[in-house]
């Protein structure tokens, strides 16, 4: 065979084989379909980050996000449709009641993220002060009944002793609105951003301050998080385990670096403020951000470089309207920063059972341990 010869025979099984790894390569990635809730936000930062920054693709996943309520998330993931959900608590029981089968594999939110908020100047000091008055709901549904419901469980109240008043997903609104409710029930994240914002511009009527009453305070009920199929989890448990770390890594890092998840997130989310002038001040806290975790500060210290990337910001940006979608960024990582992300706890299920069926929307108790696991946490240290 003469030298021409040997060299295309070699070339074509160089091509041929890379190819055919080519091919190997592809047959790995496996398409998999995430259900988020609401419309795409800056609340779902961590979601974005994780498949922004590569931590899905490393894993070998090709991920397609889609925004649905939550009984088609549970419908779709209990039919094996889709590969995973995010829904809260509450919802993850009421649907075992109904023999789906899912399971919580890792919980996002460490803080239930409902509260009531108040005028300052209202005379309530606590939940018991809340007797005889109106006070707004998006409905009876949901984890804000569940929440308003546990706050006034813990103040010896129930629904009878307040007026309460069916409003939508509208409490800033209705709150600023003045004269139809005194209080409203709220996603403490967002929500009183938008009043205290309504404040400052002069548009919320008498208001001039606001008190927030956290659910969390009162009582450790379990909240938003990660669901899978109980089929995939069993059939597939190394698929469900690479997709909850990378999560994982995507959610420690906007906990670590919420000006890069920022920037990272514009992608994702239409119309995010990003100013040019926003974008340098969050490349510039970002790259600064990236210096200081160098030095592997302890979690205190990391939640305190955030308070300070706000302070940064309100003096570089011009308008600080702005940074109202950073603001609720923060927020939210305050509730999904623990010492221990995603591990969940059995006091915490036993404590949203209870509120169900003091509701009335359970008939009897399950064995609510069956509903979650920690197995696909790999560790249970903090963000850092």
Request: charged fraction near 20%; aromatic fraction near 8%.
């Amino acid at each position: 065979m003469n030298m021409k010869r040997i060299l295309l025979v070699f070339s074509v099984w160089l091509v041929g084989s890379m190819l055919a790894g080519l091919s190997t390569a592809q047959q790995d990635v496996r398409d998999v379909r995430f259900l988020l809730t609401f419309v795409p936000n800056i609340q779902f930062a961590p979601f974005y980050v994780a498949e922004a920054a590569g931590y899905f693709e490393e894993a070998g996943q090709r991920i397609t996000f889609e925004y649905l309520n939550e009984p088609d998330v549970i419908d779709l993931v209990a039919a094996g449709q889709a590969d995973f959900g995010v829904v809260s608590g509450e919802q993850v029981i009421l649907a075992a009641s109904q023999q789906r089968s899912i399971l919580y594999v890792y919980e996002w939110f460490q803080e239930y993220p409902v509260g009531i908020v108040v005028a300052e100047d209202s005379g309530v000091e606590s939940i018991e002060d809340l007797q005889g008055m109106r006070v707004g709901l998006p409905g009876r549904f949901g984890a804000s009944y569940s929440g308003l419901t546990a706050l006034l469980l813990s103040a010896g109240l129930t629904e009878r002793d307040i007026d309460l008043q069916e409003i939508g997903f509208s409490a800033p609104d209705v709150f600023c609105l003045g004269g139809a409710i005194d209080a409203a029930t709220i996603y403490i994240n967002n929500e009183p951003i938008q009043i205290q914002t309504r404040i400052d511009e002069e548009v919320c009527g008498d208001v001039t301050g606001i008190k927030v009453f956290p659910v969390s305070q009162a009582a450790d009920l379990v909240s938003n998080g990660i669901i899978t199929g109980q089929s995939l989890a069993t059939n597939d448990p190394e698929l469900v385990a690479a997709a909850v770390d990378a999560f994982d890594a995507g959610l420690r890092l906007t906990i670590n670096n919420p000006a890069r998840a920022y920037l990272l997130s514009a992608t994702y989310v239409d119309n995010l403020p990003l100013s040019d002038e926003l974008r340098e001040a969050m490349e510039s806290l970002a790259d600064e951000q990236d210096v200081f975790l160098a030095d592997d500060p302890d979690r205190d210290a990391i939640a305190a470089s955030r308070t300070l990337m706000m302070e940064y910001l309100e003096n570089r940006v011009t308008d600080t309207v702005d940074l109202t979608q950073f603001e609720v960024l923060l927020a939210s990582i305050d509730l999904w920063d623990a010492e221990s992300l995603g591990y969940s706890e059995l006091s915490s299920w036993e404590a949203m059972q209870s509120t169900l069926l003091d509701m009335d929307a359970l008939d009897q108790s399950l064995d609510v341990e069956m509903l979650f696991t920690n197995t696909f946490i790999q560790s249970e240290s903090g963000a850092q």
